[in-house]
């Protein structure tokens, strides 16, 4: 019974990494859906203790919204030991969340009718722990409306409360007057958040370049990084650093460009994508070599693109900071790893004895585990290396599938290798880490105290 409670607690964790319900490119929007729910709905009325655990670990935000609301609206089946624990986990991990996911889950909350104490008591302390009231009152107006209604809760502040709901012909407060003024001079537009302003510069017909430009100062970093191709194409400069951009995002960033682009801005490119990559590297891992899946399957889908090769080229960039040698091998066969593009079959049988004969001390495969030519050869090939050849695991093999499939509740796996679902490089140290228990050599006491650890190390942080 501990095995499969060890077993299933580690394929929900590898599903809350990198399911999001969306469509992937070798299973249907529907059924992810329906696959992530039915597998909650199993680890929430077996095993609720461990579900909540889950909340420390670094999994996305869609499925901590998703435990978050199924905690909530089940509080009457926790014992009050239970519920304070879950409480903690909740606050924090929500405060970890984006806010437009956090204001999403209140409205679903309100829609279901959960309104418990403790539902409450989550919302008005999560507002609370808000760094900029007004700032949220602006660009999150409605959602925070229903937020406080449903929670009963009084909007910090004197004029948040007739903002929200009466109005006024004034604010003293800069943001709030500022929206109040937007709706009839143009000038007050660039005061505003850009995801508010954007609208308001529709409703002015500001010309985009202009509005581009002057609007600058108050994007944040994402939205210059997200809008940086239609500026130049407006011939506007956003100014963005993209040395400060977070390494899975930057990658994103790098595979939109169009190769010619990549070509004229390696030098560029590759510093940015290896800054990012020292911010993450935080020990050494010797010789590494890397399997990394460029195969056509690696462009995703119309919600995901590219978003498996976008992991792979980070993932090719933090081996590189983390290794003393580093070989690495793209399924397609290209070295160079800027100019990668998804193309053609999955060969990793392939490429995993070429990287065995660099006689790594590590051996890192990023794939969606679709080993398909010839079909099944990668998982023959480690597993003949295991039993004949390395008996001792002298050499770490982990497996990082950046894909969740819908038919197994879990992401595919090359044979008996430590297989572990990833969606941002930045974790995969961790993962790396946490891959040990996927090889059933630990049992459930092992996995229970690694959740306790992190656990108390999230509730600190």
Known sequence: MDRVTAEDMLMFVNAAITSSGQREFHSAANEQRLSLDFLHEYMIGNYRDLYAA?????????????????????????????????????GRRLRLVAPQRVYELFRRLRQYRVNNRRTRAIIRDWLAHRPDPAFDAVKYRTPLKQ?????????????????LFTGKTRYDTPI??????????????????????????????????????????????????????????????????LTSMPLTRLASYVLSLPLP?????????????????????????????????????????????????????????????????????????????????????????ERVLDALEHNPDRLLIVSDGWDNAPDGLAGEVLRVWRTR???????????????????????????????????????????VEFAGFTEGRTGLDELRAHFDDRIARFLEG
Request: aromatic letters at 8%; proline letters at 5%.
């Open 54 to 90: 889950v909340l420390a670990l670094d999994i996305n935000d869609h499925n901590a919204v998703l435990i978050t609301h199924r905690l909530l609206a089940t509080s009457g089946d926790a014992g009050l030991e239970q519920r304070r624990i879950e409480g903690q986990l909740i």
């Open 147 to 163: 937020a406080v209604r449903h929670a009963h809760v009084n909007p910090a502040g004197e004029e948040l409360g007739p903002f």
């Open 176 to 241: 709030l007057e500022s929206w109040r003024r937007a709706h009839y001079e143009r000038a007050a537009v660039y005061d505003l958040p850009y995801t508010v302003a954007e609208g308001f510069a529709a409703k002015h017909k500001i010309d985009r370049a202009k509005f581009l430009e002057q609007i600058t100062p108050r994007m944040t970093r994402l939205e210059r990084l997200r809008l940086q191709e239609s500026a130049r194409r407006s011939k506007v400069d956003l100014g963005t650093d």
């Open 261 to 349: 682009d990549r070509a004229a801005r390696r030098e560029e490119l590759t510093a940015a994508l290896r800054s990012a990559a020292a911010r993450v590297a935080n020990h050494r891992w010797g010789r590494v070599a890397a399997v990394l899946d460029d195969s056509f399957s690696a462009s995703g889908s119309r919600q995901k693109r590219r978003r498996p090769l976008a992991v792979a080229l980070a993932c090719h960039y933090l081996f590189e900071a983390m290794s003393d040698s580093y070989f690495p091998l793209w399924t397609s066969g290209r070295p160079d790893a800027l100019m990668t593009y998804p193309y053609g079959m999955t060969p990793l049988g």
């Open 389 to 431: 050849l390395d008996p001792g695991h002298q050499v770490s093999v982990v497996h990082l599938n950046p894909e969740y499939d819908a038919d197994t509740f879990d992401v595919k796996r090359l044979g008996h290798v430590p297989t572990v679902g990833v969606r941002d490089a930045e974790d995969v140290p961790a993962l």
